[in-house]
């Protein structure tokens, strides 16, 4: 905040010195001058659960690619809980699919009923040839050899809902071994380590910074008597930066942004930002955050949206 309200203050005093911050191309593209290269993505990576690191696989400078695992917090705990869980699962599985009961019940019921119905035709043949207490206890063994086979099946039925049960602890034990696993959010540089390995964290206490490099933000300002913001929105830019002994080097971006505000009343100034893509020379990053650069907006180049520099979905 206070290197942005100092980027303010140099624009306007700038500007009011005589010194135009918009200057014009050969081909009448304006060029913003002493624009500000800022990060894109600036994470401090936070402890989701508490306990001790027992890994920290990256030191300062690593770069990491997101969904890369960077570390992990003590998590014996769960995994003894995701494994009763699944054995709980697996035995809660076994009696939602297993038919043996319902299957030994139909058959049981068939052959009561086939008893029965012999009495039956046993005393149609000759009178009272079984006793009618019988023929009675017979009918009861049919009758309740049905109704086995429906609590059989209703038995089943219920033990498809322990096993979502199961299914649901499982997956909550897998989540807590997954609250506990530190991943990359965002492809980039780690740049600070605030905890070691060893070292226990609290819920939100910051782990690491990590910074996205590859893409990065330049900002500058645009007189509002030059040009109408719908004349910049998306139009492709080029960045030039000074390096060491006067070298200069280009990379290309796109404007992303076009303020809806006079962000420099005084001189009638609104903000404009470009993403641009970053490049490495010899191992490390030509764009580097704080630094200033000039920056040039290729008119009529808003509708190609030539240049994809934005983060990937």
């Known amino acids: ?9 140099a624009a306007a005093v700038a500007a009011l010195a005589g010194e135009p911050l918009v200057g014009s191309a050969a081909a009448e593209d304006p060029v913003l001058y002493g624009c500000l290269v800022k990060l894109e993505d600036d994470i401090k990576l936070p402890a989701p659960e508490p306990g001790v690191i027992t890994q920290l696989s990256v030191k300062e ?7 890369d695992v960077i570390g992990k917090i003590y998590d014996s705990e769960a995994q003894i809980q995701k ?5 709980g699962l697996g035995a809660a599985h076994k009696q939602a699919t297993d038919d043996v009961q319902i299957r030994y019940a139909r058959k049981s019921a068939a052959v ?3 008893n029965y119905e012999m009495m039956l035709q046993s005393n149609r043949t000759a009178a009272k040839a079984v006793p009618e207490i019988e023929v009675l206890k017979a009918k009861l063994e049919w009758e309740a050899s049905d109704l086995s086979a429906e609590k059989a099946i209703h038995d089943q039925e219920l033990a498809k809902y322990e096993y979502h049960t199961k299914k649901a602890e499982r997956d909550a034990a897998q989540l807590a071994i997954d609250r506990r696993t530190i ?10 380590i605030y905890r070691h390995q060893d070292e226990w964290v609290g819920p939100g206490d910051p782990i690491l910074r990590l910074v996205r490099l590859d893409t990065m933000l330049v900002e500058g300002f645009v007189t509002q008597s030059a040009f109408d913001p719908h004349e ?4 492709d830019v080029t960045v030039e930066i000074e390096m060491a002994r006067e070298r200069k080097e280009r990379v290309s971006g ?3 942004f076009v303020s809806s505000m006079i962000d420099l009343p005084s001189v009638k ?3 404009v930002r470009a993403e641009v893509a970053n490049r490495q020379e010899h191992g490390k990053w030509l764009l580097r955050d704080g630094t200033s650069a000039t920056m040039t907006i290729h008119l009529n180049t808003g509708g190609a949206a030539s240049l994809d520099v934005s983060r990937t979905p």
């Open 254 to 256: 796109r404007i992303t």
């Open 269 to 271: 100034q609104y903000l």
């Open 232 to 235: 910049l929105q998306n139009c």
């Open 1 to 9: 905040m206070k290197r942005c309200s100092l980027f303010l203050i």
């Open 83 to 87: 494994k009763a869980a699944e054995f």
């Open 183 to 192: 991943v990359a959010p965002i492809d980039g540089e780690v740049v600070t």
């Open 61 to 67: 400078g690593s770069q990491v690619r997101r969904g």
């Open 112 to 114: 009561s009923e086939k």
